[in-house]
C-alpha cells in the first residue's frame, strides 16, 4: 500500500505495475492481518470414569496477539471434578483454568485443550444404631472410611458388639431399610461426594441364658435352702417370667421378699429369678 496505514492505493504480491512516480524513490508499505485459530474442547472421559461426560463446549474463535477468555466448561462428569484444560490428554502439556485469558495459542488452523478430571472422595460414616429394645449401650468403635469415586474399596470391618446381640450388616436407614451391606463389602460408588452414612443392624440373641432357682423353706421355719436351678433360655431384652413347681409339702409364696418372678433377659446371661416356696 503506498500508505503504512493501508489507506492509500494497494498492490498485491508480485502486482504488475507502471508509472509509480516520475522518478526518485517510491515508497511501498507491507499491510498485514493477525492470523485467527480455532480452540476446540476435547470432553476427555477418564479411562477409569463409569460414567459419560455430559453437555458439551463451545469452540471458540481467537486472533493472534489478542487476549481473549476461553468458552467457559460446559462439560459435567458424575463422581469427577473438572480441573481445568491442558494441552495434553494425560496432563503433562500446559494447563490453563477454565475461562483463562489467553493469547497466541497457535498461530493459525485449530488448536485442542483436554478437559481435565479428577475423581472425588467420599467418607463413609458408621453408626452403631443402638436398637430401641436394647437395654444396655452398644460399645466399641468403628472409622470412618474414605473412598474415591469410581475406585472399588472395603468397608471397614465393623468394631461394636452390643451384649446379647448379633450385628447383621449395615443399612443406609437407622430403622433397617434401604440398601444392605455386609460387613467389609467390597463397595463403589455409594455416593458421589460428601458423606455418606450407614447405620449397624442388630438381632437379639433367642438363645440368651437365664437362671431360675427355686428356695425351699428349711424345716425349723428360719430361712430358705436353694433345691432346684433350672438354666432356661430366651430372647435377649425380653421380660422372662418364672414359672413355679409343684414340691410335695411345700406351697409356692409369691409374696416373699425376697422373690424375683420376672426380669429383663440381660445379653451376658446374668439375669437370675428366685421363686420360695413354704
Given at each position: 500500500?503506498?500508505q503504512s496505514n493501508g489507506t492509500g492505493t494497494p498492490y498485491a504480491d508480485k502486482a504488475s505495475v507502471t508509472?509509480?512516480?516520475?522518478?526518485?524513490?517510491?515508497?511501498?508499505?507491507?499491510?498485514?492481518?493477525?492470523?485467527?485459530?480455532?480452540?476446540?474442547?476435547?470432553?476427555?472421559?477418564?479411562?477409569?470414569?463409569?460414567?459419560?461426560?455430559?453437555?458439551?463446549?463451545?469452540?471458540?474463535?481467537?486472533?493472534?496477539?489478542?487476549?481473549?477468555?476461553?468458552?467457559?466448561?460446559?462439560?459435567?462428569?458424575?463422581?469427577?471434578?473438572?480441573?481445568?484444560?491442558?494441552?495434553?490428554?494425560?496432563?503433562?502439556?500446559?494447563?490453563?483454568?477454565?475461562?483463562?485469558?489467553?493469547?497466541?495459542?497457535?498461530?493459525?488452523?485449530?488448536?485442542?485443550?483436554?478437559?481435565?478430571?479428577?475423581?472425588?472422595?467420599?467418607?463413609?460414616?458408621?453408626?452403631?444404631?443402638?436398637?430401641?429394645?436394647?437395654?444396655?449401650?452398644?460399645?466399641?468403635?468403628?472409622?470412618?472410611?474414605?473412598?474415591?469415586?469410581?475406585?472399588?474399596?472395603?468397608?471397614?470391618?465393623?468394631?461394636?458388639?452390643?451384649?446379647?446381640?448379633?450385628?447383621?450388616?449395615?443399612?443406609?436407614?437407622?430403622?433397617?431399610?434401604?440398601?444392605?451391606?455386609?460387613?467389609?463389602?467390597?463397595?463403589?460408588?455409594?455416593?458421589?461426594?460428601?458423606?455418606?452414612?450407614?447405620?449397624?443392624?442388630?438381632?437379639?440373641?433367642?438363645?440368651?441364658?437365664?437362671?431360675?432357682?427355686?428356695?425351699?423353706?428349711?424345716?425349723?421355719?428360719?430361712?430358705?435352702?436353694?433345691?432346684?436351678?433350672?438354666?432356661?433360655?430366651?430372647?435377649?431384652?425380653?421380660?422372662?417370667?418364672?414359672?413355679?413347681?409343684?414340691?410335695?409339702?411345700?406351697?409356692?409364696?409369691?409374696?416373699?421378699?425376697?422373690?424375683?418372678?420376672?426380669?429383663?433377659?440381660?445379653?451376658?446371661?446374668?439375669?437370675?429369678?428366685r421363686l420360695y416356696y413354704d
Open positions: 500500500n503506498t508509472n509509480l512516480t516520475t522518478s526518485g524513490t517510491f515508497t511501498l508499505y507491507a499491510q498485514w492481518e493477525a492470523n485467527t485459530y480455532t480452540v476446540t474442547y476435547n470432553k476427555n472421559k477418564p479411562a477409569t470414569s463409569s460414567n459419560e461426560v455430559q453437555g458439551s463446549t463451545t469452540s471458540s474463535g481467537h486472533t493472534y496477539d489478542v487476549s481473549k477468555a476461553l468458552t467457559a466448561n460446559g462439560y459435567t462428569l458424575t463422581g469427577w471434578t473438572f480441573k481445568g484444560w491442558n494441552t495434553n490428554a494425560n496432563g503433562t502439556g500446559t494447563p490453563y483454568a477454565d475461562k483463562a485469558s489467553v493469547t497466541n495459542l497457535a498461530t493459525s488452523g485449530t488448536f485442542t485443550l483436554y478437559a481435565q478430571w479428577e475423581a472425588n472422595t467420599y467418607t463413609v460414616n458408621y453408626h452403631a444404631n443402638k436398637p430401641g429394645g436394647a437395654k444396655t449401650d452398644v460399645v466399641g468403635t468403628t472409622a470412618s472410611s474414605t473412598h474415591t469415586y469410581d475406585q472399588a474399596k472395603n468397608l471397614t470391618p465393623n468394631g461394636y458388639t452390643l451384649s446379647g446381640w448379633t450385628f447383621l450388616g449395615w443399612t443406609t436407614n437407622s430403622n433397617g431399610t434401604g440398601t444392605s451391606y455386609t460387613d467389609g463389602q467390597l463397595v463403589t460408588n455409594l455416593t458421589t461426594s460428601g458423606t455418606f452414612n450407614l447405620y449397624a443392624k442388630w438381632e437379639a440373641n433367642k438363645n440368651t441364658t437365664y437362671i431360675v432357682e427355686h428356695y425351699q423353706m428349711n424345716v425349723d421355719g428360719q430361712g430358705y435352702t436353694i433345691t432346684d436351678t433350672d438354666e432356661l433360655i430366651g430372647e435377649t431384652d425380653t421380660i422372662a417370667t418364672a414359672v413355679a413347681k409343684s414340691y410335695t409339702g411345700f406351697t409356692y409364696n409369691p409374696n416373699n421378699e425376697n422373690e424375683v418372678g420376672s426380669g429383663n433377659i440381660a445379653g451376658d446371661g446374668s439375669l437370675v429369678l
